[in-house]
């Protein structure tokens, strides 16, 4: 599995770097950036949470291509 973040919607509400903080950063410019972009099987609950509460919708889990 794999996250994808669209950077063209996320607000920078920060919400998915305080869950995860090993797969995101919010920057200076305002933005959440992917740290890493593979999710072991493990880290999936963690990511569904980041999911659901991202305001904006910035973060989808994704089947590799």
């Known amino acids: 599995m794999r996250i994808e973040l ?7 509400h920060s919400q ?9 950063e919010v920057r200076e410019d305002g ?3 992917l740290l ?3 999710l072991p099987p493990e880290d999936r609950e963690l ?9 904006v919708v910035a973060v989808r889990v994704g089947e590799e291509s």
Do not use: M, S
């Open 6 to 12: 669209n950077q063209q919607l996320c607000e920078g």
């Open 16 to 24: 998915c770097e305080i869950i995860a903080p090993q797969y995101f």
């Open 31 to 33: 933005k959440a950036h």
């Open 36 to 38: 890493r972009t593979d």
């Open 47 to 55: 990511l569904a949470e980041v999911v659901l509460r991202c305001p």
